[in-house]
């Protein structure tokens, strides 16, 4: 049986404001952790030793500063960014505060999935589009992305989805969304009915993601006919 409390969301329009916080904040963190994801993605696998543009000591740097931000808890990094996405915008707290700490949480697990992503890229096809005298930029432009795009699309699926979790977990610290809904109005109140409505909301905009962008992969997979 649903609560009446449930209904008082429905009414107010909560609940399906709830998914809509909790989709754009999704698919905006996910664009500008893109945004720096990729492009470190890129130079970490070119500049690797066995990339087309060996350079140890910057490769070692971006791998350092890479791993430090990915082996910190979000939820602690979510603390300690705080002072970070005041500084940017002002304040720390609301949405926007929020995006800034999954970019900033995302970004560095972009970038590892990025690298993988490319680094698939068969090593004959590179040698090909050097052997016709392609610079390095018309390699990664040209050949590196283009061949990746599958893997790519996949990581981006991947990151989405851990995204996702992310926003939920920011509702601790003044996020809004599903994850807030099942805080405040489920869990503090005891509706277990608003907890388990927003598990399966959140679940079904994660099968989403996952159904477009799998269907976007196969597209795009030269492999599949």
């Not at 107010?12 to 893109?34: D, F, N």
């Not at 350079?55 to 931000?69: A, H, K, Q, S, T």
């Not at 500084?87 to 999954?102: D, E, P, Y």
Request: proline residues 4%; charged residues 10%; hydrophobic residues 55%.
């Amino acid at each position: 049986m649903l609560s009446e409390m449930f209904f008082k969301l429905w009414d107010k329009g909560l609940i399906q404001l709830g998914v809509w916080e909790t989709l754009y904040m999704t698919l905006l963190s996910s664009l500008l952790a893109y945004v720096i994801g990729l492009p470190l993605g890129v130079i970490l696998c070119v500049t690797d030793k066995n990339g087309i543009r060996p350079m140890p000591w910057l490769n070692r740097i971006l791998g350092l500063v890479v791993n430090f931000f990915r082996s910190i808890p979000f939820v602690i990094l979510m603390v300690a960014m705080l002072p970070v996405a005041k500084f940017i915008l002002g304040t720390s707290l609301g949405n926007g505060a929020v995006i800034v700490m999954l970019v900033i949480a995302a970004a560095p697990y972009v970038a590892r999935m990025v690298e993988s992503s490319v680094k698939e890229v068969s090593a004959g096809v590179i040698e090909a589009a050097q052997s016709m005298g392609c610079t390095n930029f018309q390699i990664v432009s040209r050949v590196l992305l283009p061949e990746a795009k599958p893997a790519l699309i996949h990581g981006a699926v991947v990151s989405m989805v851990t995204i996702l979790g992310y926003s939920a977990m920011a509702a601790t610290i003044g996020g809004t969304g599903l994850g807030q809904i099942a805080i405040i109005y489920g869990h503090q109140r005891s509706n277990g009915d608003i907890t388990w409505i927003c598990v399966f909301l959140t679940v079904l905009i994660v099968q989403l993601i996952q159904i477009f962008g799998t269907a976007i992969e196969r597209k795009t997979d030269k492999r599949i006919k």
